[in-house]
T-cell receptor, first 117, second 116 residues
């Protein structure tokens, strides 16, 4: 089973709201990722968690705050967003094992379409 | 320099025909992985096929095959017998575990339209 789930599917929020995106996987993967994707562009990496610790933060503004409560869950807390933050937010996970090497595949969730008004 | 280059922003193919989507990559690592993903309009990125730098045979998965030419640093995706459901964006990606760990580099994508 290569399923990554994300909630909600769609989110509309004002610039003063606080909301959270959730991501869950039950594949025993130990690396989880947040990406932001604008229309007709490739995904842009935001954060990487490896063994529940933040390992990569790609200079993302502090209005985005990731959290990894356990190895299966990944949250993205949103606060005081701007209209330009409207995008598809994708979560992914990968095995992160000692034998995975270059073969380690990222599996993506269906994404959350975020609109900031 | 771009790590992954996809030079075809849009492609059209007749249903039941084969189509090749181009991907070239740039790395100085000996060990790397190449991946293709499909993204329909619904948004989910679907993993299609993987090719390792040390794999001697071209990868195949059902109607998908990867034409891997290491000396040319190309990893083209071939879709045989195209179906209407193949209409989507296709992204080529690369992983360099030694130098950049978990990070994936994505190309700019190719939008494929299958014509009935």
């Amino acid at each position: 089973d290569t399923e990554v789930t994300q909630t909600p599917k769609h989110l509309v929020m004002g610039m003063t709201n606080k909301k959270s995106l959730k991501c869950e996987q039950h594949m025993g993967h130990r690396a989880m990722y947040w990406y932001k994707q604008k229309a007709k562009k490739p995904p842009e990496l935001m954060f990487v968690y490896s063994y529940e610790k933040l390992s990569i933060n790609e200079s993302v503004p502090s209005r985005f705050s990731p959290e990894c409560p356990n190895s299966s869950l990944l949250n993205l807390h949103l606060h005081a967003l701007q209209p330009e933050d409207s995008a598809l937010y994708l979560c992914a996970s990968s095995q992160q094992g000692p034998s995975s090497g270059e073969r380690e595949t990222q599996y993506f969730g269906p994404g959350t379409r975020l609109l900031v008004l | 320099a771009q790590k992954i280059t996809q030079t075809q922003p849009g492609m059209f193919v007749q249903e039941k025909e084969a189509v090749t989507l181009d991907c070239t990559y740039d790395t100085s690592d000996q060990s790397y992985g190449l991946f293709w993903y499909k993204q329909p309009s619904s948004g989910e990125m679907i993993f299609l096929i993987y090719q390792g730098s040390y794999d001697e045979q071209n990868a195949t998965e059902g109607r998908y095959s990867l034409n891997f030419q290491k000396a040319r640093k190309s990893a083209n995706l071939v879709i045989s017998a195209s179906q209407l459901g193949d209409s989507a964006m296709y992204f080529c990606a690369m992983r360099e575990p030694r130098s950049t760990g978990n990070q994936f580099y994505f190309g700019t994508g190719t939008s494929l339209t299958v014509i009935p």
